[in-house]
């Protein structure tokens, strides 16, 4: 191929990589005074080597020594001419990700008058998608009408400001005009006043049912009394990050609020209950939870506890004495004969067995203590450390003055915030590789696997192994016995202390069980562990403690493990809503694949298929392999190739998609010896022995998606690149249906519909090969 300039290349070859999906960066260049380019290296932004001086190393690092990269040069007319085009990568590339690379991220307007401005807010946020206003004024009044609601101060209902009960119907209005799947109720007294609001929307249910092994209801706005009593559902993705399941706003902290809050939600997800659940210490929670959901495994939160202890004890003289005893018997505790000790002592010396709010605590003690409950898994979402915080969902968007109306006009930004930090991480772990900080192959077993957030916690454990001693106990058979002294760093980062940890090992099963029950909370084995698999020589760890859950297509994983055998409902309407679900979570996967218009294409495709009159409802639908069949492999040269490819009705082969297919070697003996290039390049041919070279051969397990009628097998050559965006470079047609010639021989080409035949005549004059 050849270019005019410098301009051409760059917009060509970023065009092709925002299709492939990778971005592009500037290698080398060369300009002379008067601005002409005499040399251009175009590269994938993950081209060169990762740096590991120490400033670097706890970077993520994005490079892998990637070569694909293409490069021009200035010829004697004038022209920039490629002289190497190499397009293999060694990394996973992604179009749907394209988006977050910085080649292609773009300001919108008001972004860029703030970033000029120095306002806050310079980072841009898609906004939502906005009804009309005439239509959503139809539907706001069909469902409501005309009528007046007055909102009351008095306990048992809603406490509304002015203008807060217009907007909570303007807004259920409009979730529900743009997603039949949101889900509402209000709770009404006897007089039809408002005492408690739930509602979910159509992508919280779907996150659901990826995440609903650990669920926190978080109610502390309801406890700290704000203007608006908030209360949320909580859940936690792979990596690591909050999503929201569910929103309520509730008028008073009794029992029967609390229970048909959870049935509520409950009947939202369908009837589908968690595994485990962590709220606020509350006497009316615990009752609605042992009433409505017995069955799940139910913890109150650590940090709520603590916080709340110390504005309790604050006031007594040897205050200081009581949380130090406090902190030591709840976080340092190993065993349960250990905590009730030292709970003992902290109540016996403090002279505190009059204490009725620590007396309520220590009955309740098997929900929140860390060592009664350090059995279950928890995916990290309540704190066992010191100095450890948990952020609330809405932080930053709720105070104490907060109004409802105010909070719904943000509560979609905030979401769409949260879901960009959440395809931010999808990019972030896709394109880019954390630095290691040992030699173990075991970090780099699980940096394939994990997500960047994740990973960074095993990590840390792997950097504590230095400061971790093991010893060997006893052996019992295939069952061996350690001691790992740990010294661990105080508060002020100087003192330390020394605790010893029991951890035991199965060679046999592989199996693995420490003390502290690292693995069992968080589902990352702790720096014990895996310092007795380092004393042990073990190079990797068992496949039982690499979950599912903390990987970065955890995802595709779940979709992949449903149960294969749909329901069949007797009556229509049982099967209108089946269907009705599995539709839904069609969109949820396309939504979260970020393939939308793929998605639309196939959804038409299924619609055409169910109105043929010809298709019954025993008829399997059936995707149609590409591949060719090897006894007749079907080679597409010359003038044929791009024929396929551009294919307008007017000529060619006939067919809604007719098989084109170049297998690689086929091209670059076929291609390289008799100079063949595709139509579609500008001007004279560059060396095609160095264009075809060393690429890689078909790889059937990537998907392109590419124009009708060409083989998506062709474009893993790279020769069939030029065909992707032939529009680009269309020279204009004389009325006689004849391509205007742009070569530099000035010789005039065969019509596009016209085929070779025989011993046909090539642009050049050479001839070509039999059609």
């Known amino acids: 191929m050849v270019f005019n300039n410098h301009t051409e290349v760059n917009r060509f070859y970023r065009k092709y990589a925002r299709r492939v999906g990778f971005g592009v960066s500037v290698r080398r260049s060369s300009f002379s005074q008067e601005g002409t380019c005499l040399y251009l290296e175009l590269m994938c932004c993950k081209g060169g080597r990762p740096r590991y001086e120490p400033k670097f190393r706890k970077r993520a690092s994005s490079t892998t020594n990637c070569p694909a990269k293409i490069r021009v040069k200035l010829w004697g007319d004038k022209l920039l001419h490629v002289e190497l085009a190499n397009l293999d990568h060694n990394h996973p590339v992604s179009p749907a990700m394209a988006r977050f690379l910085n080649s292609y ?5 008001p972004a860029k008058r703030r970033m000029r401005m120095g306002g806050p807010g310079s980072m841009p946020v898609e906004e939502p998608s906005k009804m009309p206003v005439d239509k959503l004024g139809e539907l706001e009044e069909l469902l409501f009408g005309e009528s007046k609601h007055h909102s009351f101060v008095e306990r048992g209902r809603l406490k509304l400001q002015p203008g807060d009960l217009e907007a909570l119907r303007l807004f259920f209005t409009r979730m529900q005009a743009k997603n039949a799947n949101f889900f509402n109720v209000i709770d009404l007294d006897d007089e039809g006043c408002i005492r408690n609001v739930f509602w979910a929307d159509a992508r919280s249910r779907a996150m659901y049912e990826y995440y609903s092994d650990v669920i926190t209801l978080d109610t502390s706005y309801v406890v700290s009394k704000h203007d608006m009593p908030l209360a949320t559902f909580i859940g936690v993705n792979h990596h690591g990050q909050s999503v929201l399941m569910g929103c309520a706003l509730l008028s008073d902290e009794t029992a029967e609020t ?73 976080y340092d505790s190993l065993t349960i004969d250990e ?13 505190l067995q009059g ?59 905030a979401l769409q915030s949260k879901y960009e930090k959440e395809a931010q991480a999808d990019f972030e772990t896709f394109h880019k590789q954390r630095p290691p900080v040992s030699k173990f192959h075991m970090e780099e077993q699980l940096s394939k696997v994990y997500t960047h957030n994740i990973f960074k916690k095993f990590q840390d454990e792997i950097e504590a192994i230095m400061y971790c001693h093991v010893s060997l106990i006893v052996v019992d058979g295939p069952v061996s016995t350690f001691n790992v002294k740990e010294c661990i760093f105080l508060e002020d980062g100087k003192r330390t202390m020394s605790r010893v940890f029991a951890v035991t090992y199965n060679a046999d099963e592989k199996g693995i069980t420490c003390i502290c029950g690292g693995f069992q909370f968080s589902g ?15 190079r990797e760890i068992p496949p039982q403690y690499i979950l599912d859950r903390w990987k970065k297509d955890f995802r595709q994983l779940h979709v992949m493990g449903r149960p294969p055998n749909d329901l069949v409902p007797n009556n229509r309407v049982d ?34 298929f169910l109105l043929n009159s010809n298709t019954h409802d025993d008829t399997q639908p059936r995707i149609k392999s590409r591949v060719p069949k090897v006894n007749k492999p079907n080679i597409v040269t010359g ?133």
């Not at 000790?341 to 109540?347: H, M, Q």
């Not at 009705?649 to 290039?677: C, D, F, H, L």
Request: hydrophobic fraction near 40%; charge should be positive; include cysteine.
């Open 105 to 109: 991220k773009q300001l919108s307007g």
């Open 258 to 330: 609390y229970s048909w809050l959870l049935k509520s939600w409950i009947a939202c997800m369908s009837g589908n209950l968690p595994k485990a659940i962590v709220t606020d210490y509350c006497r009316g929670i615990q009752s609605a939870v042992a009433e409505v959901i017995p069955g799940v495994r139910h913890r109150m939160c650590l940090f709520q506890i603590m916080r709340k202890a110390a504005e309790r004890l604050s006031g007594l003289s040897e205050y200081r004495a009581i949380n130090k005893a406090m902190h030591k018997a709840v």
């Open 339 to 351: 905590f009730e000790g030292e709970w003992n002592a902290l109540i016996t010396c403090n002279g």
């Open 355 to 413: 204490n009725d709010w620590l007396r309520s605590l220590y009955e309740c003690r098997a929900s929140w203590v860390p060592v009664f409950i350090k059995d279950t898994f928890w995916a990290g979402m309540s704190v066992t450390q010191r100095n450890e915080t948990i952020a609330p969902f809405f932080d930053g968007c709720v105070d104490l003055k907060t109004t409802l109306k105010q909070f719904l006009g943000k509560y979609e930004m």
């Open 524 to 538: 990352i084995l702790c720096r014990h562990s895996l310092s007795m698999l380092k004393f042990q020589l073990v």
């Open 575 to 608: 099967r209108y809503d089946y269907l009705s679900m599995r539709c839904l979570q069609l969109v949820d996967s396309a939504v979260l694949s970020d393939k939308y218009r793929l998605a639309l294409r196939l959804v038409r495709e299924m619609e055409k």
């Open 639 to 771: 003038q044929n190739m791009v024929d396929a490819a551009t294919d307008n009705g007017n000529g060619g082969p006939k067919g809604p998609e007719p098989p084109a297919v170049m297998q690689a070697s086929q091209i670059q003996k076929g291609g390289a010896e008799r100079g063949i290039v595709p139509a579609g390049y500008i001007g004279v041919p560059a060396n095609v022995q160095q264009f075809v070279a060393n690429q890689a051969a078909i790889r059937p397990s990537i998907v392109y998606m590419v124009p009708s009628g060409v083989d998506p097998h062709a474009f893993g050559n790279g020769v069939l690149m030029p065909v992707m965006y032939q529009q680009m470079f269309q020279v204009p047609q004389k009325p006689n249906g004849t391509v205007q010639d742009t070569s530099a021989n000035g010789k005039k080409k065969r019509p596009r519909g016209q085929k070779l035949t025989g011993t046909s005549q090539l642009s050049n004059g050479t001839p070509g090969p039999s059609g």
